[in-house]
């Protein structure tokens, strides 16, 4: 679709009597609108699970299925939904209720059409400025990918950068950062834009190989020159010759292997363990730690010489909690893989779930961003992710682990206050279900009912009540 044209957003109207479909179906009408209309709350229902309507306009009263079912329902397969209710009814109790359980609007019966026009309008405006939104994203996301790492913002933009630059030169290079930073794919980037990328690209994992076959490993051996060295064997090096090794967690490499290490990058040669003679070989080496290496050589772990040829051209992943502008599209990416692995209909994230992973601090990085929307799009039953679809530990757990490093302490509050909003989290992310807030929090049913009593929560209104003002 060119950009000029607005994005279709559609709406739909269930009402169990026809006159009222056609009178609201032609108030509404508009180019980009389509309109949907079912005069059976079921048959309602089924066009939300199969054309996913932004905005549902429903009776209150109608046979077989009230407009609040019909709103429970839908708040279940797509809490995004805007849903208005009608009534000719009206009375603020189900107002409230309505609007608790996840009704946009309320409206009386009968509805001036100029009001219709107005406060649905409102509604379909966003739904559009939504579906702009989310294809910018898009648009952004294809122009934020370098060789598959996704990413924005200066420090990403300065790393792209930094592989460019380095990729057609460089003989060997450190890349550092923490776990899940996405170590990996930057050595393969740098890999596929140098001037071998046609040549092999061989990993070993330092961390995975036993110590004293390490030698081995890497260089090769002669028959005979150890138990077990039952035939020569090439090592990775002269595999990977024309290519590309790269040297995962380089920190667990040994003392002794390292001076080999630092031997080959200076010579380009490599003798087999057991040999006499050295082979010429012409291999780049990407190297990756997420282990402080000064802090390894101060502790006599990693050769200072072998650092400073390494890091002679160094590469820095940024954790993701310095870039969390990169979260919205890193989530869409993984919703997508996800997704589509599960052969499942995800369309994306509640507001709710987008605060909550937002105020996370990532320490695992974006491997553990990759887990938590793994873990969620297996879970999920409707089309768009909740918090409860979380992992648990992202219900409450999360932000608490966040703040007990960074919140300021004016921002504490007392013990009694923080139980508090910890109680009504709980039961936010529980649906209102105790045994699950229990759960959630690791105390028993008893202690539960206990402190929702203390805190005056024990009626489930209550809590909703104090969870909305809050
Ligand atoms: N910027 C990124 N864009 C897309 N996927 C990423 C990005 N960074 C990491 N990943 C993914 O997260 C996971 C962990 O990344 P990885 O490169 O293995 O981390 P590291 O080697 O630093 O521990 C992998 O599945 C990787 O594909
Ligand atoms: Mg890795």
Not at 96 to 115: F, R, W
Not at 383 to 403: G, K, R
């Amino acid at each position: 679709m060119p950009n000029t044209v607005d994005p279709v957003v559609s709406l739909l109207i269930i009402d169990d009597d026809p006159g009222s479909l056609d009178l609201f179906s032609n108030a509404l009408e508009q180019p980009g609108l389509e309109i949907l209309t079912a005069s059976d709350p079921k048959d309602g229902l089924d066009i939300v699970c199969s054309r996913h309507p932004q905005i549902v306009l429903t009776d209150l009263v109608m046979p077989h299925l009230s407009g609040l079912d019909v709103l429970e329902r839908i708040m279940e397969v797509d809490p995004a939904t805007d849903v208005i209710l009608m009534t000719a009814q009206y009375s603020s109790e189900t107002a409230v209720e309505a609007i608790q359980k996840g009704a946009s609007d309320y409206l009386n019966k009968p509805i001036s059409l100029p009001t219709l026009r107005e406060r649905v309008g409102r509604l379909i405006e966003d739904a559009r400025k939504r579906q702009r939104s989310l294809r910018l994203e898009d648009e952004l996301r294809t122009n934020s990918e370098f060789e598959g790492i996704i990413g924005r913002g200066p420090l990403m933009w300065e790393m792209f950068s930094r592989i460019r630059r380095v990729s057609p030169h460089y003989r060997a290079v450190l890349i550092t950062g923490a776990t899940g930073t996405g170590k990996d794919l930057t050595a393969r980037a740098l890999h596929r834009l140098s001037p071998v990328s046609s040549g092999r690209y061989v990993v070993l994992n330092c961390s995975a190989v036993v110590e004293t076959l390490f030698e081995s490993e890497l260089f090769g051996h002669v028959k005979g020159s150890f138990t077990g060295a039952t035939q020569d064997k090439p090592g990775l090096f002269e595999y990977a010759h024309g290519g590309t090794l790269f040297l995962d967690e380089i920190g667990d490499m040994p003392l002794t292997t390292q001076a080999k290490l630092l031997r080959v990058l200076q010579n380009h040669e490599v003798q087999r363990v057991g040999a006499l003679s050295a082979r010429k070989v012409d291999v780049r080496v990407v190297a990756a730690t997420n282990h402080d290496l000064r802090a390894l050589i101060a502790a006599n772990r990693f050769r200072e010489d072998l650092y400073y040829r390494l890091s002679m051209v160094e590469i820095q992943v940024p954790r993701l909690e310095e870039r969390k502008e990169d979260l919205p599209m890193l989530q869409r990416h993984f919703i997508t893989r996800f997704a589509a692995e599960y052969r499942k209909e995800i369309r994306g994230l509640t507001r709710r779930a987008q605060i909550r992973l937002s105020q996370h601090s990532w320490p695992g990085n974006v491997r553990e961003l990759e887990n938590v929307i793994g873990h969620a799009a297996m879970m999920t039953m409707g089309n768009i992710i909740d918090v409860q679809d979380l992992p648990s530990y992202m219900h409450v757990h999360a932000e608490q682990s966040t703040h007990t490093t960074s919140i300021p302490s004016s921002d504490i509050g007392t013990l009694e206050e923080q139980e508090r909003l910890l109680l009504i989290r709980a039961l936010e992310a529980a649906a209102g279900n105790q045994s699950k807030a229990a759960r959630l929090l690791r105390i028993g049913r008893d202690a539960l009912r206990y402190k929702l009593k203390k805190h005056h929560l024990d009626t489930p209104d209550s809590g909703r009540a104090s969870a909305a003002a809050g």
